[in-house]
Each structure stands twice: as structure tokens, then as C-alpha cells.
């Protein structure tokens, strides 16, 4: 079965050679999986050195020195046919050679000459005019192009840039026609062109002297509409249902269902993955993991709801920006929130902030316009218009989000799915009726202390006042409790009286209350509810004067590291007793008076708590009891037998709340700061955020369509910016993205760059049909797939002759039905669905199916791949677990990316590797061994199992001819496991077919004839 693969998107040229003149050359053949060979013929564009073609074997373009002569020599007549058009033919050669030092960048531009606007170009100099219409050898710029003095000509020979004969010739030919300026094509505005779709493609067509193939059989059709609209393959019951009637009634019928389906938003959403740089870990060093699936759920959800471009852009760049935020439009801001977090010990959190910002401005504006403005970091765009003032004034725009490159992630939005909102619910209202019974038992054993019936005595105060203006207040159970004002520090006075008797030790509670986040604490600070007790001193008050009583021993239930109790008696006001971290709870510290005071008489007493640490760490609500007991057998006051046993049934409920709390996902989202509370932007010298430059204000840059009239941007300004029907450059790079995703390749071959040194669209009025198709259609992707599934050129047959492919080498013309090698998730969820082993389970946590051992050995990294069992182990590529580091290895094989980096577009390889995965990944493995239990399932002959084997992996009919190699390996298979039938075992148990013992060679046979036919270069293409 050959192939032909002409759509495979290789090295692009940048756009630097527009078809003028062509001439053909080469040819190269190409092994793909041991099985079939590739013919690849091209035609180059003229006129071109001896230089391999990129992507293309060494030596294909060598010429011999006298063709290179003879095409020299036949230039200017070919030229001379027809008329340079500047934006297409010259602006590519001055971005390129001209542009670096006398472009848009005024740090290193060159002699204050700018070549890169009308103006400049015509303006006088003292040696003459850069450029003088009509008058070639008048011309500073010609004249520096030809001259042969190496100290003059241009581009200096330090450049390494030379200037072709026939790039010369171009320039030459430009000013002798008047010199026209023109602006870059892709900042035109978007205008629809007369005609269809159809139209443009055959008008395209005729230019080069082809026109649309015939329809492709009903079969191909069917398969190769399934596999564009779902990445998943029709069923055989599909194909043979349109097959009976392929009517154009039964195939619009067909491509509603399709695009009805909830696989379409799952294969679709792939796209986005790629260009959200989406992963399951944060990257870097310890690549640590992340809960990002709920935004690729939304993802899938939104684009099955068919929600349009306008409102995927504000949802996912600002939904946090809007009035009140639903729970879906958070999560849609984790698109931006997927950029890489460092969690490695010593790193700059600022410095990867800053980069995560950089890489959201330059995905942005490389996503939805084409632009590469991250080029603008650290110097003025060399050939866009896009200064780096405009850079770091977009940048603002983005730097005002309270991410910051924490450990935690935050901010995040808790997701809890039903059934565990109805656990918390269930376990908060437990909590709530075992906090009552506790604060029952704690009230209880408060009015037992508070009574004096035990060995601690509250003191009864006759005033109490606050140094620094606060109100104290005792209370019915002698407790003092705190209000008013709030002094960073403060002293508390307390006069009372002491009864008569013994008294031996002084004991301090520190009482929680209510602070305004519904918590208890015992400070003042809600931020800190701590307490710093500085010092503590105590006089008695006899005939007016004050007798110092002087404390030695001291013990507490709890204190906090480098601040024990003792230091409140160690006549340092700098040192304290504090409690944190556990400031929510009831404390008590007790102090050994030195000498024992006995007292014939009630006697007052003046008390003073100092407390100098400043924050208001000051106690709230406190209580002082004396005990006349000997220091040795006084106890600190322990909890009740009840209240223990209410705390542990409160703590029970707690810790199940926190576990449940773990399970529950958080997703990272966008929230943006507070207005006083907004960052300052500068410009980064060269880049780099520690040498920063001027302030800047956040602007929008201008060029690019109507800019929103606000005194300060916001993300939303930004989105709604992005989709303006003005922006010439976001429905062109939208539908080219989406039709390069059916074609194989975009119109504009450069997705990523559709500026100045981008690729020049191969039929410019076919690209902008499909922009304002999109774009006037209300942003609708399932309106513009349907606009193009339903067209002729879609359906066109894939074969081609010699002579189609050497007129129309890569297909970019669309001269025949597109055809090329699956990607990476396509490849898997076909081989799957055919064997019957593909779960359709959506959304949820990423899966691992299983990759080969070993593979994470990470750094500081305890995580391991543990290969998922069931239904998850056969899940959709969409859901595997994507580590950045390590990324799922067959996808990578077959062009997938880690996440690191936003991919535009997969550049499609072939690979021995990717030979070596379809046939050993066990992944595919399992797929051959579910195809062989198929064929297996019912009595037939060994032809008609090959025959229905065959038919269901390529979905169409299949003649015994094509069985035939496929009967002979099955026969050799078959002799060698008989032979060898510990092999058959191992083969058996590998592809977990579960056969009997019995049939365990006939089962063998029948795998390796299975993985065969998955093999095949017709399944592994779209044709």
C-alpha cells in the first residue's frame, strides 16, 4: 500500500520565495515503517542557489554550475513577465536582510536610516534618496546592493548576509515600476472575496493549471470526515449505512451528527491544549503536580456548546474580570494559569513571575494575531511594528494578577463535585453539633473554675484600664475582656482585692473569642491572633504605698519556640511568653510567688501586664486566679474527662473534613489585584527585570485595529481587542489554523508568524474567504468546519499521479483530497476504538496508561507512574497524564509536546521510532490482541479472518489480494509458536488477550497478524 504524504508540513522558508517562475527538480523516496515507500516529488521555488531544500535529504539540490548560469540569465526576462508586487515579492527581502539595522528597532538601527515605511524611504539624505521611483541607479539602496567595494556594499559582509542576483533583480525591477509601497498583506483589512469556497479553490487551481480530482469513494469519506470532526473512526455500521446512500442530504446528515457529538469537543479541544501549553505538572526543576484538568474539561464542554471564539477569548484572558464570575468563567482563566511554576529552594519567585507574565503576553498575542511579540522583550520588533515600549505597556496589562509563582498555586478555586459538597455539608453540620456539646463542657468547667470551689481563686477587680486607651471590662466570671481601641502595644493595669488566707502561686488564662473571620483567637490582631506577654509584675497595696512582690517559678501548657514563659518575669520588655501557632486555643501560665503571702485581712493587689512586641499582639480576654497551695502541687488546669471526650469527636470530624478537603480539586485562576495594590511596570533593559528602565502605563498597541477607549486597559479590554471585526490579523490566523487541522498544512505554512518574515499565503482569496466566513458567522468553529467538510474540495479523492504531484508536490493548492500521517492522540484512539478496547468515560483526572518503567526519576520528586487498570487504562489521549519533563513518550514519537512551551503547530515527522511504537508500545499491543479476540470471536476461515480484520481497521472493502501477504505471515507465525510456545505464552499474556491454553500459538498467530494491520500506512493516514 503506498502513500502519499504531501501535506507534511516540513522546515518552512519563511515566506522568502512567493511562486514566480517555477522550475522542478528532485525527487526522493522514503521508508515509512519497513512496509511501504513514499514517492516525494517537489517542485522548488525559482530561482533558488545549490543549497539543499530544508527538511529534504543532502544533495538533492545540487545543480551544476552552468544551470545555475543559464537560470541567471533567463532571470530578467522572466521577470519582466509579470509585475513585482511589493508586499508579496520585496517587503520579505528588506525584512530579512535590510530590517535588522535599518527597521523599526532605533537602538541598533544603523546611519538613522529606516527602511521600513514609505516615508523614510523617499526621504533625502545628503549622498542622495534611499530609494528614487522609476530610477534604479539613482537609488542609495540599489547602489549599495551592487557595488563591489566590500567597505559599501549591503548587506555588510560581517552580516553573513548576501543578496541573491535574483532578489537584487527584484528590488531593481520594484523601483523601475515606481517603487509602490504596500503594507505587510496580513495587516489588510479582512474583505470577502466574490464566489464560494469552491470558487476560490478552483480559481487557485486554474493558476496552475489543475483542477478539483473527483469524489472520494463513500467509505474514505466517511473515515476521513469521523476522524476530522471526532479523532475518533465511523463504526462499520456507519460506513455501510452512508455507503448504501451517499446522498449530499445524507452527508449533511452525517456531518450534524458528527459535529453533534461529545467526542468532537474532545478532539478538538487537543488544539487548545497545544497552544495553553497545557500539562498535569508545573515544570522545571521538581516538576511537581498540578490540578489543571477542570479547565480542559471546560475546554471540551465549551467547544461541544459551540461557544464562539469572542467568548472563549474574554472567558479565558478575563472571566475572572467579569461582574460576578461564575465558577466556570474562573476556571476558564486557568488558560493563562498554565504557564510553569519553579518550586525549587532558592529560587527568585519574582523572576519566574516575571516570566510567567512574559510567556502570557507573548502566547497571547502569538495565538490570536500570529505576531511573535515576545521578539519585543529586548529590543524594538526588527521587522513587525512593535516597539518594545509597546511590549512592556501590553506586559502592564498582565502584571496585575496576584499569582506570584507560590508552592501553593493560589490563587485557586475549590471544585468540589456533588457527592463531595453533600460529605462536607454532611460533616459540617456534625461539626457544628460536637462543638456545641464541647463549648457546653468547656462553659461547665469555666463556671467550676470561675466559682473559686477548686484549689484557683479569680481575683475580684475593683478597676482595670489600658495604657494605650482600649476599654476593659470584667465580666460575671471575673474574666477581663478587651475592646475599643487597638495600640500596637499597650499595658494593662488591674487593682483588686486579695482575700485573706495563704497565697503561694498567680495563674494567667488567655481566653479565646470570636475574631472576624468567625475563628477564636486570643490576641487582638485578626491577621495574627497571637499575644506577646512582655512582662508581668505584681504589688500588694498597703497605706498607699505598693510592696513588689517578686515571682521565681514559672510553667505554662504550651509556648511558642524562642518565647517561653519565662521570659514575661525576665525584665526584658524585648523577649515575652507567646503561644503561635496555637493562638486559637485556651492557654494558662502560672507564676511561683517567692515568698508565700499570708494575709490576716483582704488586702489589694496591682497587677500589670505588659505587652511591647507591637502588631496589637495584645491579649483579648484573660482571667487571674491565686492558689495557696505549695508551688509543687500545683497543676496547670487540665480539661475536663467530658470536654476531652467532645474535643476528640470535634478533632474526628476535623481531620475528615481536612482529607475530604485534599480530595476536593483546586484549579489555579487568574485574580486580579486590588487597585491599591497594583504593581509598577518598567521596561526591562534588554530583558531583564532587574535592570529596569522607565515606567510605562498599560496600552494596547496600535496598528492592529480599533483600540478600546479607556483610560486603563484591562484583560478584558484586551479580549475584546483581540476579536474586534477589524483585526485583520485574528479570523486570518484562526482559519488557517483550523483548516491547516483538516488539510494538514495552513494556507500560511508559518501559523505561528504571520508577520513579516511569516510565510506568504499560497491562496491569499481562499484564506480570506475562510476568515470572514468565520468571523461574520458569529466566531462559530462548528459553522466554519461545516462550511469546509461540506465543500467540494473536501471531498476530492486522494490519489494522485506523477504528474499531480510534480505540478502540486505538497498539496498546498489543495489539487486533490488532503492525506498524511494521524498525530500522536489520533494514532492511539484509533488503534484502540477498532480493537473495542477505547473507554468513552469524559472529564476528570488526568489517567496513566501504561509507558515503559522507569522513565520518572525525578530530582526531589517522590511521584511514580503507577499504569492505570480498567477502563482508565484505555482512555482517550486527551486524558493522559502529561508530566512536562517527561512527557508520555509515544506522543512525543509521534509529535506531541511536553507543555513547556506554547505549540502553534506540530511539525509532522516520520520516524523509524514511531515504526517502533505502533509496533511494541503496549499500548498497541493491547490494541492488536483486542482485534485478534474479534476476529477470533466467531468461526471463520482464516482468509475471512484476515479479511475481517482488515475491514475493520480500514472501514472499507478489501479484496482477497490484499489478504494474501497477510495469510503468509500468519502461517509463519503460526509454525514458529508452535514451535516456540513459552513465546506464544509471553505474546498472550502481553497483549491480555486471555485465551485459552489450548489456542494459545492460534491466538499468538493472530496478534502478530493484528499489530500487522494496525501497522499499515492506510490506517496510520488520513486519506
Same mark, same amino acid.
Given at each position: ?864 507512574? @503507577?499504569?492505570?487498570?480498567? =477502563?482508565? /487504562?484505555?482512555? #482517550? !489521549? &486527551?486524558?493522559?497524564? +502529561?508530566? *512536562? ?52 470471536? @466467531?468461526?471463520?476461515?482464516? =482468509?475471512? /479472518?484476515?479479511? #475481517? !480484520? &482488515?475491514?475493520?481497521? +480500514?472501514? *472499507? ?67
Amino acid at each position: 500500500m503506498q502513500e502519499s504524504h504531501d501535506n507534511s508540513p516540513g522546515t518552512d522558508t519563511k515566506g522568502l520565495w512567493p511562486d514566480r517562475g517555477q522550475f522542478r527538480v528532485g525527487s526522493v523516496c522514503i521508508l515509512r515503517h519497513g512496509m511501504a515507500t513514499r514517492s516525494w516529488r517537489w517542485k522548488e521555488r525559482f530561482p533558488r542557489d545549490n543549497s539543499p531544500v530544508p527538511g529534504y535529504p543532502e544533495g538533492t539540490m545540487k545543480l551544476p554550475l552552468t544551470v545555475i548560469v543559464m537560470i541567471t540569465c533567463w532571470l530578467p526576462p522572466l521577470l519582466a513577465a509579470e509585475r513585482v508586487e511589493f508586499a508579496r515579492d520585496v517587503l520579505p527581502i528588506l525584512s530579512a536582510n535590510c530590517f535588522p539595522c535599518h527597521g523599526p528597532d532605533e537602538k541598533d538601527r544603523q546611519a538613522g536610516l529606516r527602511l521600513d515605511g514609505p516615508e523614510q524611504i523617499v526621504r533625502k539624505r545628503p549622498a542622495g534618496v534611499p530609494i528614487a521611483a522609476g530610477e534604479p541607479a539613482q537609488s542609495l539602496v540599489y547602489q549599495r546592493l551592487v557595488t563591489d567595494d566590500p567597505d559599501a556594499v549591503m548587506p555588510p559582509p560581517s552580516s553573513n548576509k548576501i543578496l541573491k542576483p535574483e532578489q537584487v533583480a527584484l528590488i531593481r525591477q520594484w523601483i523601475e515600476e515606481g517603487a509602490s509601497w504596500q503594507r505587510h498583506w496580513a495587516f489588510e483589512p479582512v474583505t470577502r472575496p466574490e464566489g464560494t469556497l469552491d470558487d476560490q479553490v478552483r480559481r487557485g487551481l486554474a493558476g496552475q493549471g489543475l483542477k478539483l480530482r473527483p469524489r472520494a469513494t463513500a467509505e474514505v469519506l466517511v473515515r476521513r470526515l469521523s476522524l476530522d470532526l471526532t479523532g475518533l473512526p465511523p463504526t462499520l455500521a456507519e460506513v455501510e449505512a452512508f455507503s448504501s446512500s451517499p446522498t449530499e442530504k445524507a452527508w449533511e446528515e452525517l456531518v450534524d451528527e458528527l459535529l453533534a457529538r461529545p467526542q468532537f469537543g474532545e478532539h478538538w479541544a487537543r488544539l487548545w491544549l497545544d497552544l495553553a501549553r497545557y500539562a498535569d505538572t508545573k515544570g522545571y526543576e521538581k516538576d511537581l503536580g498540578r490540578t489543571v484538568w477542570p479547565w480542559r474539561d471546560w475546554v471540551v464542554r465549551a467547544l461541544n456548546a459551540d461557544l464562539p471564539l469572542g467568548e472563549l477569548t474574554e472567558l479565558q484572558l478575563a472571566g475572572d474580570l467579569r461582574p460576578q464570575p461564575s465558577s466556570d468563567d474562573l476556571v476558564a482563566t486557568a488558560f493563562h494559569r498554565n504557564t510553569m511554576s519553579n518550586d525549587e529552594g532558592g529560587t527568585d519567585d519574582e523572576e519566574f513571575r516575571v516570566a510567567a507574565v512574559k510567556d502570557r503576553v507573548d502566547t497571547t498575542v502569538q495565538v490570536w494575531m500570529g505576531l511573535t511579540m515576545g521578539c519585543s522583550k529586548c529590543h524594538s520588533h526588527k521587522y513587525d511594528p512593535i516597539s518594545q515600549t509597546d511590549y512592556y505597556r501590553f506586559y502592564a496589562i498582565f502584571n496585575q494578577t496576584e499569582d506570584a509563582d507560590r508552592y501553593d498555586d493560589n490563587p485557586r478555586l475549590e471544585l468540589p463535585t456533588s457527592g463531595q459538597q453533600e460529605r462536607r455539608q454532611e460533616l459540617r453540620n456534625q461539626l457544628e453539633s460536637k462543638q456545641s456539646v464541647l463549648a457546653d463542657a468547656r462553659r461547665r468547667q469555666e463556671e467550676e473554675q470561675a466559682s473559686g470551689s477548686g484549689p484557683w481563686k479569680p481575683v475580684t477587680w475593683k478597676s482595670a484600664r489600658s495604657e494605650g486607651g482600649a476599654k476593659l471590662v470584667a465580666g460575671d466570671d471575673r474574666a477581663i475582656e478587651v475592646s475599643g481601641e487597638k495600640p500596637a502595644m499597650d499595658v494593662y493595669v488591674l487593682e483588686g482585692t486579695l482575700p485573706a488566707g495563704r497565697h503561694t502561686a498567680l495563674q494567667i488564662e488567655a481566653l479565646p473569642i470570636p475574631q472576624p473571620d468567625g475563628q477564636p483567637g486570643l490576641g487582638r490582631n485578626p491577621a495574627d491572633p497571637n499575644f506577646v506577654l512582655s512582662e508581668l509584675s505584681v504589688e500588694l497595696v498597703v497605706n498607699d504605698g505598693a510592696i513588689r512582690i517578686e515571682l521565681g517559678g514559672t510553667r505554662a501548657d504550651f509556648s511558642q519556640q524562642g518565647w517561653p514563659v519565662a521570659a514575661a518575669i525576665d525584665g526584658d520588655p524585648k523577649t515575652g511568653w507567646a503561644v503561635s501557632p496555637r493562638s486559637r486555643e485556651k492557654h494558662a501560665a502560672q507564676f511561683e510567688l517567692k515568698k508565700p503571702i499570708v494575709l490576716e485581712v483582704p488586702t489589694s493587689i496591682r497587677i500589670a501586664l505588659s505587652q511591647q512586641y507591637g502588631g496589637s499582639l495584645v491579649l483579648a480576654r484573660f482571667r487571674v486566679s491565686t492558689s495557696g497551695l505549695p508551688w509543687d502541687e500545683v497543676v496547670l488546669p487540665k480539661p475536663s474527662a467530658e470536654v476531652q471526650r467532645a474535643k476528640q469527636e470535634v478533632s474526628e470530624i476535623q481531620q475528615r473534613l481536612q482529607q475530604l478537603a485534599g480530595e476536593v480539586a483546586q484549579v489555579p485562576v487568574l485574580k486580579e489585584l486590588s487597585p491599591d495594590r497594583r504593581r509598577v511596570t518598567k521596561i526591562h533593559n534588554r530583558g531583564n527585570f532587574l535592570d529596569p528602565g522607565d515606567e510605562v502605563q498599560p496600552a494596547i498597541p496600535v496598528g492592529f485595529g480599533p483600540v478600546p477607549e479607556v483610560e486603563r486597559p484591562s484583560r478584558a479590554d484586551v479580549a475584546r481587542w483581540l476579536v474586534n471585526a477589524e483585526n485583520p490579523l485574528t479570523p486570518r490566523v484562526w482559519a488557517n489554523r483550523i483548516w491547516a487541522r483538516l488539510h494538514g498544512i495552513g494556507l500560511v505554512e508559518t501559523e505561528e508568524d504571520f508577520g513579516a518574515l511569516g510565510a506568504w499565503p499560497v491562496n491569499r482569496p481562499l484564506l480570506d474567504w475562510l476568515a470572514s466566513e468565520y468571523r461574520d458567522r458569529g466566531w462559530s468553529l462548528k459553522n466554519l468546519l461545516r462550511a469546509i467538510v461540506l465543500s467540494e474540495s473536501y471531498r476530492q479523492e486522494s490519489q494522485a499521479s506523477d504528474e499531480l504531484l510534480e505540478a502540486d508536490p505538497r498539496n498546498r493548492w489543495l489539487s486533490r483530497g488532503a492525506r498524511y500521517r494521524l498525530s500522536a492522540e489520533v494514532v492511539r484512539d484509533q488503534a484502540l476504538a477498532v480493537s473495542g478496547l477505547l473507554s468513552r468515560k469524559q472529564g476528570g483526572p488526568p489517567v496513566m496508561p501504561p509507558q515503559p518503567n522507569g522513565l520518572w526519576r525525578s530530582t526531589y520528586n517522590g511521584k511514580t507512574w @503507577v499504569d492505570a487498570e480498567g =477502563e482508565d /487504562r484505555y482512555r #482517550r !489521549g &486527551l486524558y493522559t497524564y +502529561l508530566k *512536562r519533563t517527561t512527557p508520555y513518550p509515544s506522543f512525543v514519537m509521534f509529535d506531541g509536546g511536553s507543555g513547556e512551551v506554547c505549540q502553534f503547530r506540530r511539525i509532522r515527522t516520520n520516524t523509524p521510532l514511531q515504526a517502533l511504537v505502533t509496533l511494541n508500545d503496549p499500548v498497541y499491543l493491547e490494541a492488536a490482541g483486542g482485534l485478534a479476540k474479534q476476529v477470533l470471536s @466467531v468461526e471463520l476461515t482464516s =482468509e475471512q /479472518r484476515v479479511l #475481517r !480484520g &482488515l475491514q475493520l481497521a +480500514l472501514l *472499507r472493502r478489501v479484496g482477497l489480494d490484499e489478504a494474501l501477504p497477510l495469510l503468509h505471515l500468519h502461517a509463519q507465525a503460526l509454525a514458529h509458536f508452535q514451535k516456540e510456545p513459552g513465546e506464544a505464552t509471553a505474546l498472550v499474556e502481553a497483549a491480555r488477550v486471555g485465551e485459552l491454553e489450548s489456542a494459545t500459538p492460534e491466538t499468538a498467530a493472530w496478534i502478530v497478524v493484528c499489530s500487522a494491520i494496525l501497522n499499515l500506512d492506510e490506517f496510520l493516514t488520513r486519506n
